[in-house]
Structures are given as C-alpha cells and as structure tokens.
C-alpha cells in the first residue's frame, strides 16, 4: 500500500478528532481519566502509523523537510501532550497540545513541501535518524513546558513550576544529545564538529537559555526569580522557533550547510 502526503489530510482529521475527544474528556473527569488516553493514543498511533507508511514509500525517513519536520513535531507534541496529563493529571494540557499539533498539521496540509525521494548525500548517515528525530522530541517537550509557562504567568495560584522543571530537564537531555549527535555527523559529511552558520548559532544561542532557565528553576518559590525563569523559558522557546525554521529566511540561509531542500 502506497502512503503519501495525499490521504495526510483524512489522517489529520481522524488524528484531531480522536485527540481531541480525548482531551475534552481529560477536561470532563476530574481524575486521571484511562478513557482520555486511550482516545489520545488511538490518534498517536493513527498518526504513528502514516509516519511508518510514508516512511516505506519514500523508501528514506521521512525528516528531510520542513513538512516532514512538521508532522513529527505535531506527532512528539500529542505524545508529550499526553505524558503530562498522565504524569501531572493538568486537565487542559491535552487541549493545548492538540490545537498546537493541530495548527503544524493544517500548515502541512496547505504546504506540504513535497520533494523527491532521494536524500543528499550529506543526510545519507546513520546519524541522520537520531539526530533530528531526538531534536523533535525535545522540541515538543519545550513546546509543552512553555504553554505550561504561559499558564503560570496568566494564572500564578496555578501549580503547574514542577512539571515545568520536569519537561525542561527532559528537554535539555534530548536536545543536548542531538546536539553532540550533531556535531558527530557534522564531522563525518564536512569535517569539522562545528562550523558556526546561522542554524548552529541560533542552536547554541537555544541551548544556553534553556540551560539558564535550568539554574534558575530551583529559586522560582521568589516573585521576582519567577517572573525572570518563566520570561527566560519564553526567550528560549522563541529562539528554538528560530533555530528550527527562522534562519530559513535570513540572507545567510542561501549559503547554509543545512540547506538541503534545493
């Protein structure tokens, strides 16, 4: 069976309706509700499965455009979505995550950025899998760590500061690891670890505001160190947006190594 980005559009739909069934039953329940994860995970594994379908028809990961990079993150963000509802019991986490996931899912059916089959042979590497996969992942969990953060601000009584510490010790692991995968592959394809374009930068800039936000969690019990660690988590967050697909569009992107779209 052939799998392409044509039937994606009735595979988001059945994604969103059954995640979305799953959250408003989370919302409904004011216990941990088993009924809400097994309608969420029935989308994660809908999801999961075109993943590995599309996989088989390209004959290639799935992970070498902005598209492909969109559907794994909205993919890593239901998962994630549904790891802090499990874990924390936030009723409306669920909710956000699937109207983020959702929001990546329209922008893939409206453009998709198809490209052929074939990978360059810089992304032909066994490091290519792990690294961009581990780095979507780690995005999610910032993803759901800074709509955490963004409840904290609005609703301060709310006490979401643990699950926030959780999923950025979680995050910081992933994203430190794709990083040193990185920078091994960057050796293997160009020979050196680390050559300083713009997505590498923005990439450092990223991991050191989260590692900021690292020391500054254990003091969030005072106002004013709290105010500052959820304004840092949001300066970081804006920065991984840059790093992932900003740097796209800067001059310097036409020479970048990471340009493998043309």
């Known amino acids: 069976m052939i799998v392409g980005w044509n039937i994606f559009p009735y595979v988001a739909l059945v994604v969103v309706l059954l ?15 088993s009924r809400a994860m ?17 996989w088989m028809t390209l004959d290639r990961p799935p992970l ?28 409306w986490i669920m909710l956000f995550a699937t109207v983020l996931a959702t929001v990546f899912m329209v922008i ?35 993803g759901c760590a800074t709509l955490l953060t963004i409840v904290a601000m609005v609703r ?3 006490d979401v ?26 050796k293997d394809a160009w020979g050196a670890y680390w050559s300083w374009d713009a997505k590498e930068a923005w990439a450092a800039v990223t991991w050191s505001l989260y590692l900021v936000a690292m020391h500054l969690a254990p003091s969030v019990m005072r106002h004013r160190s709290r105010t500052l660690y959820h304004i840092t ?3 970081a967050f804006l920065a991984l947006q840059m790093c992932w697909y900003g740097v796209n569009y800067l ?10 779209n043309q």
């Open 19 to 33: 995640s979305l069934l799953g959250a408003i039953v989370a919302l409904r329940s004011k216990e941990r509700s």
């Open 38 to 54: 097994l309608l969420t995970g029935l989308g994660i594994a809908t999801m999961a499965l075109f993943i590995v379908g599309l």
């Open 64 to 91: 070498r455009t902005m598209g492909e990079t969109r559907l794994w993150y909205s993919f890593f963000l239901l998962l994630a979505g549904l790891f802090t509802y499990g874990r924390w019991r936030y009723r």
């Open 108 to 142: 893939n059916i409206l453009k998709p950025e198809i490209y052929d089959q074939t990978l360059m042979p810089a992304l032909q590497s066994p490091w290519f899998v792990p690294h961009v996969s581990v780095y979507m992942f780690s995005y999610a969990l910032f």
């Open 156 to 158: 301060p009584k709310e």
């Open 161 to 186: 500061e643990r699950a926030i510490e959780r999923l950025i010790y979680a995050g910081m692991a992933f994203l430190t690891f794709g990083m040193l995968t990185g920078a091994l592959w960057a």
């Open 233 to 235: 988590l949001i300066l």
């Open 251 to 260: 001059p310097s992107a036409q020479t970048s190594i990471h340009t493998y």
